[in-house]
């Protein structure tokens, strides 16, 4: 009898499996360039706050875009639906949790009004911050130009999992080239996990892609689905796409960790392992700036059929600037992520984000505990 034929797994890791090595030489954090650039958009930090209603509004907006990192508004969401959507994110952050999804669903449901995508817009631009939004696949053709022609300076295209083939009963779908082709601002996609994705999508003309399904802490799609890839195989496997497709291309499209990042080293660890930036939600929504008081939902937890999200209290923590750059007393890594990443990459003697990208890594499950008993045992 023949043996059967079984499918291969590989081992895949997340940021608690994994340690950075420290580099043959060391550099004054200050001497660090930690920026990045997507198309012709710059940012001084390599941070993304992610198109959460909870976590992104307009004043959110303005005040990261003034500390150099950029918020991603949801065209979708509750800004777009309600002159007062403030009113509407204290109502589901107010909610018991056994009515918080219910209750999304229901305001969700309220038409989108391109009138007030256009008003946002203007509002963060009027304040001098640029202004990042994002919407899904099926609402780009509709949404983008308005937000394109009120100021935006960056689009974002996001679905729980982006591909450059996409079926469906469209006649005509949402097609990259076309889109990247008639838009005049950078146009992010995301998200995906593999080579072979990350690479067809850079060849379709987009300027950056988010690299993440599923590790949010807002998101359910791993239970709800089964799909995902642990953070640091994904970005691996991501970076090398991007790679190659710049020898092949002359032309460098950035990837950027979208979710389950926690703490500095995660935000560290990510860079280490290929990523030019990083998307984070949780931590945005713990700071005093964001608007749902602690709380924060992803993008498909209101869906009418089938939610992939849940409400996440995380309660309030930090200042946006303390959350970014200190000053700080918890010893835990979950503030002055920059100050973190600068000295990593001191120690690793990077100089630029790119420099990091070649630091060594290894496999490292016990990195967290090695010696740490006194810590564990709370002493």
């Known amino acids: 009898m023949p043996a059967p034929h079984h499918k291969q797994l590989r081992r895949a890791y997340g940021f608690d499996e994994v340690a950075i090595v420290p580099g043959t030489v060391t550099i004054n ?24 209603d909870g976590v992104v509004d307009p004043n959110f907006a303005i005040t990261l875009s003034k ?26 952050a107010d909610a018991p949790k056994d009515r918080a999804t219910h209750l999304m ?8 009004r391109e009138e007030l995508v256009a008003e946002r817009v203007r509002y963060i631009k009027n304040a001098g911050a640029t202004c990042a939004v994002a919407c899904t696949p099926a609402w780009t053709k509709r949404l983008a ?51 072979g994705v990350t690479k067809e999508l850079m060849e379709t003309g987009v300027a950056a892609i988010l690299v993440g399904v ?19 195989t994904a970005t691996m496997d991501c970076a090398a796409a991007r790679d190659d497709y710049y020898r092949e291309s002359g032309r460098y499209v950035p990837i950027i960790t ?18 030019d930036g990083v998307m984070m939600g949780s931590p945005f929504a713990a700071t005093e700036e964001a ?46 992520l920059i100050g973190a990443l600068r000295t990593c990459m001191g120690v690793c003697g990077a100089r630029t984000v790119r420099d990091l990208q070649q630091a060594e890594m290894v496999i490292a499950p016990a990195i967290k505990t090695e010696g740490k008993i006194y810590q564990m045992a709370g002493v």
């Open 29 to 52: 954090p200050e001497q660090t360039d930690v920026s990045l650039r997507i198309g012709d958009v710059h940012l001084p930090i390599p941070v993304l706050a992610s198109a959460m």
């Open 67 to 92: 500390y150099g990192g950029l918020a991603v508004l949801n065209l979708e969401g509750l800004w777009s639906r309600y002159d007062d959507a403030a009113d509407r994110i204290a109502e589901i």
């Open 105 to 112: 669903q229901k305001l969700y449901s309220a038409p989108i």
């Open 145 to 195: 130009p308005v937000a394109v022609e009120a100021g935006a300076d960056l689009l974002v295209v996001a679905s729980t999992v982006t591909t450059a083939r996409h079926y469906s009963k469209s006649e005509k779908g949402l097609i990259f080239q076309d889109l990247c082709a008639q838009t005049p601002i950078p146009v992010v996609v995301g998200n995906t996990v593999s080579y």
């Open 214 to 232: 599923g590790p949010g802490a807002a998101c359910t799609s791993r239970e709800v689905l089964g799909i995902g890839v642990p953070q640091i």
């Open 258 to 275: 979208d979710g389950g990042l926690r703490t500095g080293g995660d935000v560290c660890k990510s860079l280490a392992a290929g990523a």
């Open 291 to 336: 608007p749902a008081r602690g709380n924060h939902w992803g993008m498909a937890t209101p869906h009418a059929e089938l939610p992939r999200g849940t409400r996440v209290g995380v309660g309030v923590r930090n200042s946006l600037k303390t959350l970014l750059f200190g000053p700080t007393n918890k010893t835990d890594g979950t503030e002055n």
